[in-house]
């Protein structure tokens, strides 16, 4: 079995290799206002959180996101950000995306079978150095074991956060808390076992249709965004609602898929200017500055 999954492992990474250097741009980074590949965002929304009441609690809270966050290497067909962890916070960013590697007790983070070139302290020290100078914020983090199969991160992960971070980071409860309990913590959204470090990620309402074959099928994904950005509008505001805007597949790269997806959140964003209501979670790929204002602008 062992060998099996290393040939497995092995023929998929040369996989990756080939599309990522068959699909390398041919033309320069982009940044519009819906999409950025380009390694700064156009202008910091950093403390926007400060405005919110402290009583209204985080499940009615509209905030941006991005999908696989720590997604920078292995071309195209694995990259899926291109603004280093600190400046997506600075930039806005509520929600991060975390997919780690355990082996012997060791968090790395990967997507796939392509690792990252960090570990789960990298994480930790850039999302606490960040609440320590912007107390009035807070960062939900989705964490999931990915290219392991040990089902057991629970220590490894307790072990990282006394290191790389403190323990009083943490939001320690399932409950969801309000935006005053949430101010300066980190809220862990555990897609793992073990006893609670933070809120169940399967207590969400989720929409993650991340499975785009091809360009063809870009209209059928915005189809489940849309629907579900409208559940969340409508639906029941003690229960946090999380939308993935992003996809891929074999023929539609993320970023392919971000530039034509994002291009429609924006212009569904766009005719809804001006109104407070709830979107909830929006998760998107090469997110621009101007669209992540504009999900913060709908509190």
């Known amino acids: 079995m062992g060998t099996h999954r290393t040939t497995v492992a092995t023929a998929w990474m040369m996989l990756v290799v080939v599309l990522g250097v068959l699909s390398a741009p041919c033309e320069g980074k982009v940044q519009r206002p819906d999409y950025d590949d380009t390694g ?3 202008f910091l929304h950093p403390a926007w959180m400060a405005s919110i009441p402290d009583s209204r609690s985080l499940s009615e809270v509209t905030l941006p996101g991005t999908h696989n966050t720590m997604a920078f290497y292995g071309g195209a067909l694995t990259e899926c950000q291109s603004w280093p962890l ?28 392509v690792y990252q070139r960090a570990h789960f302290g990298h994480v930790l020290e850039d999302v606490a150095r960040f609440l320590l100078e912007r107390p009035t914020e807070t960062v ?4 999931k074991e990915e290219f392991s199969e040990t089902g057991d991160i629970y220590a490894a992960v307790v072990g990282y956060v006394r290191r790389h971070a403190r323990w009083d980071l943490l ?24 006893p609670d470090l933070g809120m169940r990620y399967g207590s969400l309402d989720i929409a993650d249709d991340w499975k785009v074959p091809t360009l063809l099928h870009v209209p059928q994904k915005w189809q489940s965004v849309h629907k579900h950005l409208a559940a969340a509008a409508e639906g029941n505001k003690a229960r946090v609602f999380l939308t993935f805007a992003s996809g891929a ?3 539609a790269y993320p970023n392919a898929v971000a530039q034509r997806i994002n291009a429609r959140l924006y212009k569904y964003l766009s005719d809804m ?3 407070s209501k709830r979107l ?12 992540l204002k504009m999900i913060i602008d709908f509190n």
């Open 140 to 143: 939900l983090m989705r964490l």
């Open 40 to 42: 700064t965002p156009e």
């Open 86 to 113: 600190g400046l997506q916070l600075q930039a806005g960013v509520r929600f991060l995306d975390v997919r780690l590697r355990h082996v012997a007790g060791n968090l790395t983070v990967h997507h796939g079978v």
């Open 273 to 275: 200017a001006g109104v």
């Open 249 to 251: 597949g074999i023929f």
């Open 171 to 194: 939001w320690h409860s399932r409950r969801t808390p309000t935006m005053g309990q949430a101010r300066g913590k980190l809220v862990v959204l555990q897609d793992f076992s073990g």
């Open 280 to 291: 909830g979670i929006v998760t998107m790929d090469f997110p621009a500055a101007p669209l």
